[in-house]
């Protein structure tokens, strides 16, 4: 037996009731060797042996195939009489010690068949295991989402382990001196149960905290039974309000690249097989196992790699919450310095996520194609939170110029009429006072003078009140331009020259047809875009999120190519842009927060941008999928940054090209 002894692996030989009697039996029986009687299938079945000695008997059961296929692993035996193709034929002939001699060469035989299987197995499986943690550690790279990638972490380390339940905790730095631990996250395959994220002290107090602490494993066979020298206790309060029975524990740290902890992550009641659900007590005694070296060894794998996975995510998630924090401060500082449209930044990006996320959806033949990724979604919201940008860059008596004339200039044409009265009453009195000095009294004349003098001053009255009217920035009547040519062409004598009540310049502004922009002012407020897209294109954007320039750039652009700044044509106007430049319309033709304008309800809108589209300005599809998935009511149910108060006026750059007379109807 000594080459056998070797193997140190205990032996059942199964031997059918023809050999029961068989004093070899008792030579044979050792701590290694369990020779058993079998009578049946059944008791084959139970005690699976190693080697099997078949007699007329067992082969009455089932024929010699049969066995083969019921236990493909075992070495089978037989006598010469049987006439069956057995492993090793035994014959009565042989001398008793030859006989045991053979019986123990087949049971080496089966321990280094057996021991070649196992390693061939373990083998497969830490090449499956490798794969599988290489497969894990793509995946969790991969996930940009924090919750989400937690939640793989635990799915796959209760795959690897296959354990009942999962948790996951995390360190949270309150300050410089005092941290918090969180608990994150769990799973359990046994019961649904409501999670609420929880925070407690981090101490040593809890096999969590411990284990954070320490910065080492715990592998607790069962929870219920730790030492009283440990300072860790186990919380059973779970168990007490669910009827849940938490029996083994591994528990092991979540490190980041520095090494330095940042949580915990615990594996609950490894059980023999994962179908089996743990729902009391009985179950966990029955169903649960220790964790073991094997698969620690493996957990703790997947525990490098999820800590370093959890820190990029976190730390990717931080550097978004930032980027995200500069746009919103940038727009917040854009719509500081025009009130009066606060907000519209964040509807129109809202609108145009909406209407990209339609698009994806959509069915219509032209834009089958079109489907916008979520990286794609997000680069139009920055480009649509930012389209305004660059109104930072036109003159504040542009961007605030709520009049056709400049500030100041009104008053200046009230004194010079003023002056222009004086100097109609100086000449009326002059001449008065020259037929009082001829020693002609003429009352007749002095009436008429009179009124003439009355005559004159209600003329000049008329003109300023039709100066005032021409200032406004509504559409200027025929009347009034006829009335503004004989204001230019009034002049009054005077030692100093002909006094006239406006300027060239002044005539000029006052003749804007609509609105209260000079052709060369409406430009500057339209370089905004331009102005946008330089300050865009100094922001080191990342390869995702390089067309974000380009895209606020061509807001303004119609598809016949009559837009600005570049006059682009359809085929030029990259698809978010068009996106953009209906929900900019929209907007700004809905918005109450324009002191200069009326808001129109969304059915008037809806007609406008419909008009537009059949004109050849605008996206036909993308206005029908405007309408038809009701793009426009995202913005309905949100709050969005408003002015209490027109305390000043001031030009939204989208509300440029509606004032044209081209596009009289959006007002």
Request: proline fraction near 4%; include cysteine; glycine fraction near 4%.
């Amino acid at each position: 037996m000594n080459s056998f002894a070797q193997t140190q692996r205990s032996i059942t030989i199964g031997f059918g009731p023809g050999y029961a009697s068989s004093e070899i039996w008792k030579d044979l029986q050792s701590k290694l060797v369990i020779p058993t009687e079998i009578v049946s299938i059944t008791a084959a079945q139970r005690y699976n042996p190693a080697l099997i000695l078949l007699d007329h008997h067992l082969l009455r059961e089932m024929d010699f195939p049969q066995w083969v296929e019921e236990f493909p692993e075992a070495i089978f035996l037989g006598t010469d009489s049987l006439n069956i193709d057995a492993d090793l034929i035994l014959s009565s002939t042989l001398p008793y010690k030859q006989t045991i001699k053979l019986l123990e060469m087949a049971c080496y035989q089966w321990a280094l068949k057996s021991e070649k299987t196992e390693r061939a197995k373990m083998r497969e499986t830490s090449f499956r295991y490798l794969n599988k943690l290489a497969d894990i550690s793509i995946s969790l790279s991969a996930e940009d989402d924090l919750m989400t990638l937690l939640r793989k972490i635990l799915t796959e380390g209760q795959n690897i382990a296959c354990c009942d339940a999962a948790s996951l905790f995390l360190i949270n730095e309150i300050n410089d001196h005092e941290r918090e631990l969180v608990f994150k996250l769990t799973q359990n395959d046994s019961m649904d149960f409501p999670f609420e994220e929880m925070r407690f002290p981090l101490d040593e107090s809890s096999v969590a905290g411990y284990v954070a602490l320490t910065d080492g494993e715990l592998n607790i066979p069962d929870a219920y039974q730790l030492s009283g020298t440990v300072p860790y206790r186990f919380n059973q309060s779970f168990d007490r309000r669910t009827g849940y029975r938490t029996k083994s524990i591994f528990a092991i740290p979540l490190a980041n690249k520095q090494e330095e902890v940042i949580g915990v992550l615990q594996f609950i009641n490894r059980k023999k097989a994962r179908s089996l659900k743990i729902t009391d007590e009985k179950s966990a005694l029955a169903y649960t196992l220790a964790f073991d070296s094997d698969i620690n060894v493996l957990l703790q794998a997947l525990a490098s790699q999820a800590g370093i996975a959890i820190e990029n995510t976190i730390l990717q998630n931080d550097i978004k919450a930032l980027f995200e924090g500069f746009v919103n401060a940038s727009v917040a500082a854009i719509e500081q310095r025009d009130p009066t449209t606060s907000g519209h930044s964040f509807r129109v990006a809202d609108l145009c996520v909406g209407l990209a996320e339609s698009v994806s959806l959509s069915n219509l033949t032209r834009l089958r194609n079109s489907r916008f990724s979520d990286t794609e979604v997000r680069e139009l919201r920055y480009a649509a939170l930012l389209h305004d940008f660059g109104k930072v860059g036109v003159r504040e008596s542009v961007l605030v110029k709520e009049k056709k004339l400049p500030a100041g200039s009104l008053e200046s044409i009230q004194y010079r009429i003023l002056l222009a009265k004086e100097r109609l009453k100086t000449q009326s009195l002059s001449k008065q006072i020259a037929m009082l000095r001829n020693g002609g009294l003429d009352e007749s004349r002095f009436a008429e003078l009179d009124k003439q003098l009355a005559v004159g001053t209600d003329m000049l009255d008329e003109f300023y009140r039709i100066i005032v009217e021409a200032n406004e920035p509504s559409m200027l009547e025929e009347d009034n331009r006829e009335m503004l040519d004989r204001i230019n062409a009034y002049r009054m004598e005077s030692q100093d020259g002909d006094l006239s009540i406006i300027t060239p310049e002044e005539l000029y502004l006052l003749s804007i047809a609509k609105g209260s922009l000079s052709p060369t002012e409406r430009k500057e407020i339209e370089s905004h875009v331009v102005h946008t897209q330089n300050f865009l294109n100094h922001i080191p954007w990342t390869k995702e999120f390089s067309s974000v320039p380009t895209i606020a750039a061509a807001h303004h652009e119609k598809l016949d190519g009559t837009g600005y700044p570049y006059g682009m044509t359809e085929s030029e106007i990259p698809l978010p842009s068009k996106i953009m430049t209906i929900c900019d319309i929209y907007d700004a033709l809905t918005t109450s927060d324009r002191p200069y304008k009326p808001a129109m309800t969304a059915e008037r809108a809806i007609d406008i941008l419909v008009d537009e589209s059949k004109q050849g300005l605008i996206d036909t599809d993308l206005v029908q999928v405007f309408i038809d998935a009701k793009v426009f009511t995202i913005i309905d149910t949100k709050e969005y940054s408003t002015s209490p108060e027109f305390s000043c006026f001031s030009h939204h750059p989208c509300d440029v090209d509606l004032h044209d007379d081209s596009h009289g109807r959006h007002d």
